[in-house]
């Protein structure tokens, strides 16, 4: 059983715990995606990064079960 992944871009807001949680503005609401150092794979301008990399003002693409959940990959420009 596979489980329909969301798609949800914006700029990032704020992060929290160093990267661990990122919070995006996605159709005017605040959204939340938890990050895990190993599951989750992050990657800024195409190229794989660490969490802490993501930084207020990029505008992120979390892939997630849904707001709140941990991402399994997060894109950011």
Do not use: W
């Not at 990032?12 to 919070?23: D, E, H, Y």
């Not at 992050?42 to 003002?57: E, F, I």
Request: glycine letters at 12%; charged letters at 30%.
């Amino acid at each position: 059983m596979k489980i329909e992944l969301a798609k949800h871009t914006g700029k990032v807001t704020q992060t929290k715990k160093g990267g661990r949680q990122i919070f995006i503005s996605h159709r005017g609401k605040e959204v939340k995606a938890k990050v895990s150092g190993s599951r989750t794979k992050v990657t800024v301008n195409g190229k794989k990064a660490k969490r802490k990399a993501v930084k207020v003002g990029m505008t992120c693409t979390f892939t997630y079960p849904g707001p709140g959940s941990e991402a399994k990959k997060i894109d950011c420009k």
